[in-house]
């Protein structure tokens, strides 16, 4: 009977040898080099910083600074960790995120700043987004996802040549939304979280605010608001405030700075809440004749490759080479790649690689219920033309938009498959629709230039 009794306590001990572990968080497996993290940040920079409103305040800058050099500095003490030269930038948009690019720049929301209770939850969010960093975590997910194409690029020196963005663009990697450098898997999340914590222990912050505060945004974007954003990129991977305390009970004890707001801290907030509003917000329930709006239209910037076609309601940029048409009401565009309008059976000209765009009247301001109604009146006038895929969320002009997949039959040639998505997103004149249609040939090249099209529009 002694046996019995030992078994237990054999596995008891066993298990808690287990627990007693640190977790161990490292980088994954990668095929760029960490200059080209730094390279690759540098590039996405430019365009983020071309794209966003950048803030140059000197009390948010000043707070955003102070926290990420103690930041850079924890992680300097950790000879294990990368090091890459961090940058932190404050941008105008009033929803509560973050992002890092690999390699090093750091963009810091206004809605964030605004959102937090204590300077340590500022500094949670930073440090989380450091570990991504750190973690490589962005040129982790691009290696895995184009685990073919990348090495061939790399190896042909293509990212000498044209720039690593551009490849990447070639690649369907691309900087928007849903990119593979800025959406990471539950793992990775869990991962920056432990690093995030023990950079914000070594820096002197509570690192249980890094948990509290994402907890809280999880609270808030359940009500729809401005949070859903973040989560978009940074799946929740569960009990963040359990895991970040295990994993302190591995750390000295220290006394952190406390967490009442300081006097740099209320004072950035209230800037960060007084911000202008980076765009104009769709009016609720209003639909009106296209306004007189001073003779002003929408500004945006062409990448280079690309020029833009202003419309009193929008503006877009579409490749170089392509020909545009406005319809008289002023509203309707039709863009098209040189050889992309074909006739049509009825002897009209149909788009086979090109875009539509409309802005369609509305019941409401409900973008999926409003986005429903539409694709259904679509499927039901092109016969032949099945959706393929779950509405994609993502943001456009500063506002939620949705993407969603459809295929048809390409007028280009017989037989083809034709490769469709339909943007839309709420305008103040209705439900802005776009349809980009290419042949299935043509879609690798068609869709980086999609996504620069989408990112490129300005209400
Ligand atoms: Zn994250």
Do not use: C
Not at 12 to 36: C, D, H, I, R, W
Not at 127 to 137: D, F, T, W, Y
Not at 219 to 229: D, F, H, L, P, R
């Amino acid at each position: 009977m002694i046996l019995r009794r030992i078994v237990p306590q054999l596995l008891l001990t066993a298990a808690l040898l287990f627990a007693q572990k640190q977790k161990t968080v490292k980088p994954g497996f990668n095929m760029f080099s960490l200059e080209q993290d730094v390279q690759l940040g540098k590039e996405s920079a430019v365009q983020i910083e071309r794209e966003m409103q950048i803030v140059n305040e000197p009390r948010l800058s000043a707070l955003i600074n102070r926290i990420g050099n103690k930041l850079v500095a924890a992680n300097a003490a950790d000879e294990r960790n990368a090091q890459f030269p961090f940058t932190f930038k404050v941008v105008n948009n009033p929803s509560i995120n973050a992002f890092a690019l690999p390699g090093g720049p750091m963009f810091i929301q206004t809605g964030l700043i605004a959102a937090a209770d204590n300077e340590a939850q500022i500094a949670g969010v930073m440090g989380h987004e450091m570990a991504h960093v750190i973690l490589r975590h962005g040129t982790n997910q691009a290696s895995k996802a184009n685990l073919l194409q990348l090495p061939a690029a790399i190896a042909g020196g293509l990212f000498d040549r044209g720039g690593i963005m551009g490849t990447l663009a070639q690649l369907g990697i691309g900087l928007g939304t849903n990119s593979v450098l800025m959406k990471f898997s539950r793992n990775a999340e869990s991962d920056a979280d432990l690093l995030g914590a023990r950079l914000l222990h070594t820096a002197g912050y509570n690192p249980v605010e890094l948990a509290r505060f994402f907890e809280k945004l999880e609270a808030e974007s359940g009500k729809g608001n401005a949070v859903t954003n973040f989560f978009a990129s940074h799946p929740n991977p569960g009990n963040r405030v359990k895991s970040i305390q295990e994993d302190m009970k591995f750390y000295p004890r220290v006394n952190y700075e406390s967490t009442n707001p300081t006097a740099d801290f209320n004072a950035a907030k209230a800037v960060a809440r007084s911000m202008p509003k980076p765009s104009a917000r769709p009016q609720q329930g209003t639909v009106a004749a296209p306004p007189s709006n001073g003779g002003r239209q929408p500004d945006t910037q062409a990448r280079q490759g690309f020029k833009v076609q202003r419309t009193p309601l929008y503006a877009i940029a579409l490749p170089d080479d392509w020909q545009s048409q406005l319809a008289q009401d002023q509203v309707s565009l039709t863009l098209a790649a040189a050889d992309g309008l074909i006739k049509g059976a009825n002897g009209q000209n149909d788009v086979a690689h090109g875009v539509l765009i409309s802005i369609n009247k509305v019941q409401s301001q409900n973008l999926d219920a409003e986005t429903q109604a539409l694709l259904k009146g679509l499927v039901q006038g092109n016969s032949g033309v099945r959706q393929t895929g779950n509405p994609e969320r993502l943001q456009v002009n500063g506002a939620a938009a949705l993407l969603t997949a459809f295929e048809g039959q390409s007028g280009m040639r017989q037989g083809e498959k034709e490769i469709i998505r339909v943007l839309t997103v709420m305008h103040p004149q209705g439900l802005f629709n776009a349809v980009f249609v290419a042949p299935d040939s043509r879609w690798r090249v068609a869709e980086p230039e999609y996504q620069e099209m989408i990112r490129s529009l300005r209400f």
